[in-house]
């Protein structure tokens, strides 16, 4: 793996777990609408960087989902759960920012933020883990 994608697919972990921590942040100050954003956008660039170490990606939100699914989800990379969650939020983004009348409840957020930070630690591990083996295949 050439190093600048391992670079980038790191540089999209951390920014993942920084978007994460907005989300955090949004739950006490902001629109639940905004705080679904931030949920699904850490939850984007986590699973963006996993299909960047598999060299893999697409140009639009609705691809890296059937991306992650057919690639990740459906051969066995993670459970079938977190491709279902992610799909979710995927929809849950899409009626926030677009919709109206869409209304969110704060205690599903709580839950929301917590499943998302549990998925990025699972995409990060196994992020990270293909980068190892990619390098060390390469050397």
């Known amino acids: 793996m050439k190093k600048e994608f391992a670079d980038l697919a790191k ?4 920014k993942a ?15 639940l609408e905004s705080t679904v954003n931030r949920i699904y956008y850490a939850m984007f660039y986590a699973v963006n960087a996993l299909l960047i170490a598999k060299e893999l990606s697409s140009s639009k939100h609705s691809g890296i989902l059937a991306v992650f699914n057919k690639e990740i989800v ?3 990379f993670i459970k079938r759960q977190w491709g ?4 979710d939020m995927f929809k849950r ?8 009348f869409v209304k969110f409840e704060k205690q599903d957020m709580k839950e929301w933020l917590k499943k998302a930070e549990e998925f990025i630690n699972i995409i990060d ?15």
């Not at 279902?84 to 799909?87: G, L, V």
């Open 84 to 87: 279902e969650f992610y799909s």
């Open 125 to 139: 591990e196994l992020t990270l883990k293909m980068i190892e083996e990619k390098q060390q295949h390469s050397s």
């Open 93 to 100: 983004r899409q009626k926030g920012d677009y919709q109206d």
């Open 11 to 14: 540089y999209r972990l951390e």
């Open 17 to 31: 777990r920084n978007t994460l921590s907005d989300g955090k942040k949004y739950i006490k100050d902001a629109t």
């Open 74 to 76: 459906n051969k066995g």
